[in-house]
């Protein structure tokens, strides 16, 4: 896997040792800090082009989550418990202690985001501001999982079959799965935006059978696990109570429900929100729009 510290001038390279094993993270910038989580099909990289617009004002933690990019593969078990967004949240709070933070910003897209919401919600007394991108609340994807959604994210079902069936599949053709993956969820239905350098770093764990086994895991946990712990929180009427952003691509997974921010309203006290004219990968599609956007609120705090 290419190192790209190009990409991350005067960053740290850090390997932080956690119960789930290391945490691969860059570490850069200056300020209060603030940890910034990835998604799938992606790593710590999607933040190449965001992280420069933010460094001036926080201490960026750059993290790839357990079993993705340079972070260890915890070992899973019949439940997937080491991969809920619970597991992972545990392990994040862990690694930041290790750099010095206890009370911290928190960003994130896609499974960083459900990762983020999850702390927000486990340990409400760590984090000073939660921003989420393009996601909705796992029970809320599967509770509204109709025809359409469905064909939308097709791949919540797929990565969530029994092992080996989906890890034999996208082994099998590695490179074409995840480009028609991510070209499938920009708005211009291809890869223009990723960064050819980039785009080879997040090959590089679907080409390793163990790195995609870890990933279908993740899967896996939010199917069953993350489900029933969404839900027990949902019906309790359990609601994050930090400031909160909510950020969407107007062409990306969340917009599938006609008001995110409506949803979110559900699970938050504090949270405000608004599109992006963009795919799912906000922070490489239309990285100054969401920059902006996590600035002003970041620094609102």
Same mark, same amino acid.
Request: glycine share 6%; charged share 20%.
């Given at each position: 896997?290419?190192?790209?510290?190009?990409?991350?001038? @005067?960053?740290?390279?850090?390997?932080i &040792?956690?119960s789930?094993?290391?945490?691969?993270?860059?570490?850069?910038?200056?300020?209060?800090?603030?940890l910034?989580?990835h998604?799938?099909?992606?790593?710590?990289?999607?933040?190449?082009?965001v992280?420069?617009?933010?460094?001036?004002?926080?201490?960026? *933690?750059i =993290?790839?989550?357990p079993?993705? @990019?340079?972070?260890d593969?915890?070992?899973?078990?019949?439940?997937?418990t080491?991969y809920t967004?619970?597991?992972?949240?545990?392990?994040?709070?862990? #690694?930041?202690?290790q750099l010095?933070h206890?009370?911290? #910003?928190?960003a994130?897209h896609?499974?960083?985001g459900?990762?983020?919401?999850?702390?927000?919600?486990d340990?409400? %007394?760590?984090?000073s501001?939660l921003?989420?991108?393009d *996601?909705?609340?796992?029970?809320?994807?599967?509770?509204?999982?109709?025809?359409?959604?469905?064909l939308?994210?097709?791949?919540?079902?797929? /990565?969530?079959?029994?092992?080996?069936?989906p $890890?034999?599949?996208?082994?099998g &053709?590695?490179?074409f799965?995840?480009?028609q993956?991510?070209?499938?969820?920009?708005?211009?239905?291809?890869?223009?935006?990723?960064d050819?350098?980039?785009?080879?770093?997040?090959?590089?764990?679907?080409?390793?059978?163990?790195?995609?086994?870890a990933?279908? $895991?993740?899967y896996?946990?939010?199917?069953?696990?993350?489900?029933e712990?969404?839900k027990?929180?949902?019906? =309790? %009427?359990?609601?994050?109570t930090i400031?909160?952003?909510?950020?969407?691509?107007d062409?990306?997974?969340?917009?599938?429900a #006609?008001?995110? /921010?409506?949803?979110?309203?559900?699970?938050?006290? &504090?949270?405000? @929100?608004?599109?992006?004219d963009s @795919?799912?990968?906000?922070?490489?599609e &239309?990285?100054?729009?969401t920059a902006r =956007?996590?600035?002003e609120?970041?620094l609102?705090?």
């Amino acid at each position: 896997m290419p190192d790209l510290a190009d990409l991350f001038p @005067g960053y740290a390279s850090e390997w932080i &040792n956690t119960s789930a094993g290391r945490i691969f993270a860059r570490v850069g910038g200056k300020g209060p800090p603030l940890l910034l989580l990835h998604g799938f099909s992606e790593t710590h990289v999607m933040w190449h082009r965001v992280a420069p617009q933010l460094a001036d004002k926080f201490t960026l *933690i750059i =993290a790839d989550l357990p079993g993705y @990019g340079w972070s260890d593969m915890p070992e899973s078990d019949t439940d997937h418990t080491p991969y809920t967004k619970r597991a992972m949240a545990q392990t994040m709070i862990e #690694a930041m202690e290790q750099l010095g933070h206890v009370h911290f #910003a928190l960003a994130g897209h896609d499974r960083g985001g459900r990762v983020a919401y999850r702390l927000a919600l486990d340990h409400p %007394g760590r984090l000073s501001r939660l921003a989420v991108l393009d *996601i909705l609340p796992t029970f809320n994807y599967w509770e509204r999982m109709n025809r359409l959604y469905a064909l939308k994210i097709y791949h919540w079902t797929f /990565l969530a079959q029994p092992t080996p069936l989906p $890890e034999t599949l996208i082994v099998g &053709n590695p490179d074409f799965f995840l480009k028609q993956k991510m070209a499938s969820q920009t708005k211009s239905k291809d890869l223009d935006a990723i960064d050819p350098r980039a785009l080879e770093h997040y090959l590089a764990p679907f080409r390793d059978p163990s790195r995609v086994h870890a990933m279908c $895991e993740d899967y896996r946990a939010g199917a069953y696990a993350d489900f029933e712990i969404d839900k027990k929180d949902h019906d =309790a %009427g359990k609601k994050i109570t930090i400031p909160m952003l909510a950020l969407w691509g107007d062409a990306g997974v969340a917009s599938a429900a #006609a008001t995110p /921010l409506d949803t979110w309203k559900t699970w938050a006290t &504090n949270v405000s @929100g608004a599109p992006v004219d963009s @795919g799912h990968f906000l922070t490489e599609e &239309n990285p100054d729009m969401t920059a902006r =956007a996590l600035r002003e609120f970041f620094l609102a705090g």
